[in-house]
């Protein structure tokens, strides 16, 4: 089994009861029940060799990793910031400020994607962000937590992988090798990255269109009946003011920032001269989100303190009320983490891989649209971007050493890897956008889907599309389709609009 297809069907088998029976932790771990019988199998290690690796191995191991304590860390302590910006009163004085200058619902849409679009930095800390941020001003307006899940998780991967300055450009940098400059590589693919920019363009025009599809279209529904027999509500009395809830925000981005670039050597002595972009190549994730939260919540108590809107036993009540709000998703992350490690022990990589390098000859023009896919269903099976991109950008740079098809081939590698990750119930981005919109996961994914498919098969043909025109040189290729791009997203939308709306 390991190495080949066998290695994938955990992962498919968690995902597949995931959005059948519509409970995610009995289904993550049934996937690693499976992985672990597989793992027995062929390591010849009987039951006690299933136990060690399902439980020491497997759950264990993925809590004791330093990177996922790290990300598990960050977490607790945003989950102890959105509890003390409540306390403090200053998320109701955000949404007493919001019913005065956002005045409609089209409005809390629009601020909810320029906002997510404006924390690029990093997808785990935009989801949080975003949604401790913009909830009260969406719950005033009734959008659905599905819809708010949506716009959360739409402008968290895909804009970080169309961001020069972020932990994902540096995650791809990491990946490129034989001494390239992986953030040069990273920013010329920028303009290829098909499924990143048609998810912003997407929801633009599905905010200004005024309609939904596919079951996110009943939560919508839903919403709007609660708006019309909803009473006028107040504003909420409150101590707190907009800046109580500001200025945590704007201390946690900028010592996100620093602790990211500091992870990545920026401040070290003798180390002056690196660049901003090198330092974030060479950050990590875990450690500088970490220290730029933890130095962000010891900043908002000592301010707190100062403004006496809260006592300093209020305060440290916040911190088991924080962690208890991110139990399900911490518990989600380590049974994903785990699965992850069931197809890795299995050699889901190595088949990937080979299943890639083995059809790259004589299929030039329809490579970029063939890695897509490939991507695609690598990302969604596993559940992580960054992993599809340790296994196929390699692959990538190897099979193309140069010309306008090695960017666009690892452009659609990259794009493929968000579009996976995206629509899969099993990845930590989407598990966090539904912990920050505070909606029910598998109803976010299950409403997710329609929309991230619709984007992905325009993407799709559109890498066919750049495929046919790889050899009018990189700048016409990118016109052309980027033209054929946007033109068919925007004309299946209208069309989808007049038939929901004949109906």
Not at 63 to 79: A, E, T
Not at 436 to 456: E, K
Not at 485 to 495: D, E, K, M
Request: with cysteine.
């Amino acid at each position: 089994m390991t190495g080949t297809f066998w290695a994938l069907v955990p992962a498919i088998v968690a995902i597949a009861l995931a959005l059948i029976t519509k409970e995610v932790f009995s289904s993550l771990f049934v996937g690693i029940f499976i992985g672990g019988v597989f793992y027995a199998i062929d390591a010849s290690s009987g039951f006690s060799g299933f136990l060690t690796h399902v439980f020491q191995d497997g759950l264990v191991g993925s809590l004791s990793d330093s990177y996922n304590v790290g990300i598990l860390v960050f977490l607790v302590i945003l989950g102890i910031m959105v509890a003390l910006m409540n306390k403090s009163g200053g998320s109701a004085a955000f949404g007493n400020w919001a019913k005065t200058h956002i005045k409609t619902k089209f409005g809390s849409q629009i601020c909810t994607i320029i906002l997510g679009m404006l924390i690029f930095i990093d997808d785990y800390f935009n989801c949080l962000t975003v949604g401790s941020v913009m909830k009260p001003v969406t719950d005033k307006y009734h959008l659905s937590k599905e819809k708010l899940a949506y716009l959360i998780d739409a402008t968290a991967a895909p804009v970080c992988i169309i961001a020069p300055v972020s932990s994902w450009a540096a995650a791809v940098a990491g990946f490129v090798t034989e001494g390239e400059n992986g953030i040069l590589l990273f920013s010329k693919a920028i303009g290829f990255n098909f499924y990143a920019i048609l998810t912003l363009i997407m929801m633009f025009a599905m905010v200004a269109l005024k309609f939904e599809f596919g079951p996110m279209a009943k939560y919508e529904s839903a919403s709007e009946k609660l708006k019309d027999v909803a009473n006028e509500v107040a504003d909420v009395k409150t101590k707190g003011r907009v800046l109580d809830l500001v200025l945590p925000v704007a201390v946690l981005i900028a010592l996100s920032v620093i602790g990211l670039i500091y992870s990545g050597g920026f401040f070290e002595e003798g180390e002056s001269y690196l660049h901003f972009a090198i330092a974030f190549s060479n950050a990590d994730a875990s450690v500088g989100l970490v220290l730029g939260s933890f130095g962000a919540l010891i900043i908002t108590i000592i301010y707190l303190m100062i403004r006496k809107v809260v006592s300093f036993k209020e305060m440290m009540e916040c911190v088991p009320e924080g962690f208890k709000a991110m139990v399900p998703a911490i518990l989600i992350l380590t049974l994903a983490w785990t699965l992850k490690g069931m197809t890795d022990s299995l050699g889901a990589k190595d088949y990937v891989a080979n299943l890639v390098a083995g059809s790259a000859a004589g299929l030039k023009m329809f490579l970029p649209a063939i890695i897509f896919v490939i991507a695609c269903l690598l990302a969604f099976a596993t559940g992580t971007s960054w992993g599809t991109f340790g296994i196929l950008i390699p692959i990538c740079i190897a099979a193309f050493p140069e010309g306008t098809i090695r960017i666009v081939c690892i452009s659609a590698c990259m794009a493929g890897a968000v579009c996976g990750d995206h629509c899969s119930p099993i990845s930590d981005t989407t598990i966090m956008a539904s912990a920050g919109a505070q909606c029910d996961h598998v109803n976010h994914v299950s409403t997710q889907l329609p929309y991230a498919i619709t984007v992905a098969v325009v993407s799709f043909v559109t890498y066919l599309i750049s495929g046919f025109t790889l050899s009018l040189g990189t700048i016409p290729c990118a016109i052309i389709s980027w033209v054929f791009g946007i033109a068919a997203l925007l004309t299946t939308l209208v069309f989808a609009k007049k038939i929901l709306k004949s109906k």
